[in-house]
T-cell receptor, first 116, second 111 residues
Framework: EAGVVQSPRYKIIEKKQPVAFWCNPI?????LYWYLQNLGQGPELLIR????????DSQLPKDRFSAERLKGVDSTLKIQPAELGDSAVYLC??????????????FGEGSRLTVL | DAKTTQPTSMDCAEGRAANLPCNHS???????VYWYRQIHSQGPQYIIH???NNETNEMASLIITEDRKSSTLILPHATLRDTAVYYC????????????FGQGTRLTINP
């Protein structure tokens, strides 16, 4: 069974440019997460979806970050415009939702963003 | 969610058991102990979780003290591929939808 798929793996952009990351979760997983990981730190939650609804976006910087999960499957995370401080790894994870939730999250390999 | 304290780094010889401690003295009755690990350039990987009983799976064993204020993750026969950052997280099942990762323990397995 395929795991969580993310693309691109690596992205280098100039500051003020837009960037988008894509995530395809494990089939049947209703819950999808986007995490941010700075160098040497643990991942930090940006947003969590239950199906197509964003149920926790309190940590998402809404002035420049946006996310969507149309049809409750794939998701896209966008940054516009990017700043130097956005250089990090963006991780997507999925899990069974609702009553099936055990706290076991499945992570993708991440998208490493470098802003010059 | 309760906060955890882990050593910043540890070393272990290949083939020996790696014992990773975690303190969670403020854990609540409905909170589980989760362990994840992150190998370099990969996303975190779930290892094991438990409430109060010791747990074992194909990857590791989790030993939780009777008062639940601390736990130990045991990798019984560490290999070089176990070199990673290990995160101990305490959360309720409901709160597990928003796992809060600390800085973890960087475990290095030496040949």
């Amino acid at each position: 069974e395929a795991g969580v798929v993310q693309s691109p793996r690596y992205k280098i952009i100039e500051k003020k440019q837009p960037v988008a990351f894509w995530c395809n979760p494990i089939s049947g997983h209703n819950t999808l997460y986007w995490y941010l990981q700075n160098l040497g730190q643990g991942p930090e939650l940006l947003i969590r979806y239950e199906n197509e609804e964003a149920v926790d976006d309190s940590q998402l910087p809404k002035d420049r970050f946006s996310a969507e999960r149309l049809k409750g499957v794939d998701s896209t995370l966008k940054i516009q415009p990017a700043e130097l401080g956005d250089s990090a790894v963006y991780l997507c994870a999925s899990s069974l939702g609702g009553a099936s939730n055990t706290g076991e999250l499945f992570f993708g390999e991440g998208s490493r963003l470098t802003v010059l | 969610d309760a906060k955890t304290t882990q050593p910043t780094s540890m070393d272990c010889a290949e083939g020996r058991a790696a014992n990773l401690p975690c303190n969670h003295s403020t854990i609540s009755g409905n909170e589980y102990v989760y362990w994840y690990r992150q190998i370099h350039s990969q996303g975190p990987q779930y290892i094991i979780h438990g409430l109060k009983n010791n747990e074992t799976n194909e990857m590791a064993s989790l030993i939780i003290t009777e008062d639940r204020k601390s736990s130990t993750l045991i990798l019984p026969h560490a290999t070089l591929r176990d070199t990673a950052v290990y995160y101990c997280i305490v959360s309720s099942i409901q709160g597990a939808q928003k796992l809060v990762f600390g800085q973890g323990t960087r475990l290095t397995i030496n040949p």
